[in-house]
T-cell receptor
Framework: EPEVTQTPSHQVTQMGQEVILRCVPISNHLYFYWYRQILGQKVEFLVSFYNNEISEKSEIFDDQFSVERPDGSNFTLKIRSTKLEDSAMYFC???????????????FGPGTRLTVL | AQSVTQLDSQVPVFEEAPVELRCNYSSSVSVYLFWYVQYPNQGLQLLLKYLSGSTLVKGINGFEAEFNKSQTSFHLRKPSVHISDTAEYFCAVKREGYNKLIFGAGTRLAVHP
């Protein structure tokens, strides 16, 4: 069964450093997403991406964040200068379609736990 | 603004007992509704979804949920739980015309022998 994969599973970084979280969405999906879950809190939407551009983003997704699809398979989230409060589990998701219809189910990866020291 | 409320942060239950996890949402427009499960140290797995049609939706692992538009609720139920159902359960909503999922705070289901 096709699945979303994420690497690394755990990333430890120093405050102020840049990190790149990587995701390989399901191969025939067209919509890609990043969510995060701070420990003990709810899962929060960060950004959605379609046709090589951001289609929707939350207020959390400020200038420190960027997303990219560098090739035909990877989808990355970059945090330019990490802060302590960026420590969270980051989930990548993908879907075949976007806003509606029976194929709009979002499939989630296992997550990358980011720890900022 | 859209919001999802999961009324119980923790639900302890004995094995083979029935369980209901409550979810209410706020929206004045059409929505799609989802329940996801997160097992320890794993990602989110879709249990079931309501897009349209029958208000009673059946999902994986014996779970079902009922969409009640008048009460803006989408409660999750299982008639007989197993130890293996111990996990965090998240209710989520997606507005018509938008991509993002809005999640509730989660309910931790703890099944005891």
């Amino acid at each position: 069964e096709p699945e979303v994969t994420q690497t690394p599973s755990h990333q430890v970084t120093q405050m102020g450093q840049e990190v790149i979280l990587r995701c390989v969405p399901i191969s025939n999906h067209l919509y890609f997403y990043w969510y995060r879950q701070i420990l003990g809190q709810k899962v929060e939407f960060l950004v959605s991406f379609y046709n090589n551009e951001i289609s929707e983003k939350s207020e959390i997704f400020d200038d420190q964040f960027s997303v990219e699809r560098p090739d035909g398979s990877n989808f990355t989230l970059k945090i330019r200068s990490t802060k302590l409060e960026d420590s969270a589990m980051y989930f990548c998701a993908s879907s075949a379609t976007g806003t509606g219809g029976i194929y709009n189910e979002q499939f989630f990866g296992p997550g990358t736990r980011l720890t900022v020291l | 603004a859209q919001s999802v409320t999961q009324l119980d942060s923790q639900v302890p239950v004995f094995e083979e007992a029935p369980v209901e996890l409550r979810c209410n949402y706020s929206s004045s427009v059409s929505v799609y509704l989802f329940w996801y499960v997160q097992y320890p140290n794993q990602g989110l797995q879709l249990l079931l979804k309501y897009l349209s049609g029958s208000t009673l939706v059946k999902g994986i692992n014996g779970f079902e949920a009922e969409f009640n538009k008048s009460q803006t609720s989408f409660h999750l139920r299982k008639p007989s739980v197993h130890i293996s159902d111990t996990a965090e359960y998240f209710c989520a909503v997606k507005r018509e015309g938008y991509n993002k999922l809005i999640f509730g705070a989660g309910t931790r289901l703890a099944v005891h022998p």
